[in-house]
């Protein structure tokens, strides 16, 4: 069932408009239609640095050039998540030729049994053949847990800012007051293992989120993603955001009045996991309209001995 602090926040969200459009003027003399929602959402995480792959203690997937090329690949996860609520090893991934895209033209994940399709929908298109994007199981299962001598974690907390007179909350590295002066997103330079070989920045690492959020049917609620390299998110445990492999920025955007067993009024987790593999940028953007409750992260590491 919904919390109370879900339902609070699910009543200003109520007024939500369909996808990621404000709908309204805006000036001073209009008053803003979306001022009961919060102005901005603060969600913690946790960062994983890690070693490239030509040092000592390096690991074998970051700054790996998969062997099909540089680009998006599909299908290196499954579509559930595992017992420990983390990604799990599907391929080593297919080559995307071109994107799905919804009737907006928006990039879509792949077509999926538990997402609605929709009138307007375009199919894509993938390699038939899984090329090495990842190296194996094991490696990506290092991804997004703590394995001493191997990584580092912290958290980081984000903010996600509504955009004036709409119900679109934003993060956006190139803007954000943290970030824009570091020419990306770069939550650990000169932390943890320190900066990558040679470099003045940190370009290796990954980034878990977990939060939480009350579905309101009907409202067009939506979540987009734009950025590299991977990035996978759940809602409530299924694949709803593809976006592997090692590449420039890249988007892609869910609608969760799609996702039909969703019911109104109820708590959902939505899981967000990112990875920065390779130089030589580290590209971040969340947009949404839902509005995100951040939940406890694990405790975190620091540096191993």
């Known amino acids: 069932m919904a919390t109370v602090q879900g339902k609070a926040l699910a009543a200003g969200a109520l007024v939500m408009a369909a996808g990621l459009t404000a709908g309204v003027a805006t000036g001073s003399h209009r008053a803003d239609p979306y001022a009961a929602l919060p102005s901005s959402l603060s969600l913690t995480g946790v960062v994983r640095d890690f070693r490239e792959r030509s040092v000592a203690g390096g690991h074998v997937d970051f700054e ?35 994107d799905w895209k919804d009737k907006a033209g928006r990039a879509r994940i792949a077509d999926r049994s538990y997402i609605a399709a929709a009138k307007g929908d375009v199919k894509g298109s993938v390699s038939t053949t899984s090329t090495g994007a990842v190296t194996n199981a094991e490696s990506l299962a290092q991804w997004f847990r703590d394995v001493p001598s191997l990584n580092s974690s912290k958290q980081v907390t984000l903010s996600l800012v509504r955009q004036a007179g709409s119900n679109i909350y934003t ?21 943890l293992f320190g900066n990558s070989k040679n470099n003045t920045k940190n370009y290796h690492f990954t980034y ?93 590491t620091a540096l191993y001995d």
Not at 175 to 189: E, H, L, M, R, Y
Not at 261 to 266: A, C
């Open 64 to 98: 790996r050039q998969p062997t099909g090329g540089f680009g998006v690949y599909r299908g290196m996860v499954k579509d559930d998540l595992d017992a420990d609520g983390k990604p799990v090893f599907a391929s080593t991934g297919f080559k995307l030729g071109s």
């Open 171 to 191: 993060f956006n590295d190139r803007t954000d007051a943290g970030f824009a002066g570091k020419g990306g997103f770069f939550p650990i330079n000169g932390e």
């Open 208 to 300: 878990e989120l977990e939060t939480e959020f009350v579905y309101q049917k009907g409202k067009g609620q939506v979540f987009t993603f734009t950025g590299d390299d991977d990035v996978w998110v759940f809602i409530d445990g299924k694949l709803v955001i593809d976006i592997g492999g090692v590449h420039g920025a890249a988007s892609q955007t869910v609608e969760l009045d799609r996702l039909s067993w969703l019911q109104d009024n109820e708590d959902y987790k939505l899981k967000f996991f990112f990875a920065e593999r390779h130089r030589t940028e580290s590209n971040f953007r969340m947009d949404t309209t839902m509005v995100l409750r951040s939940v406890d992260p694990p405790t975190t």
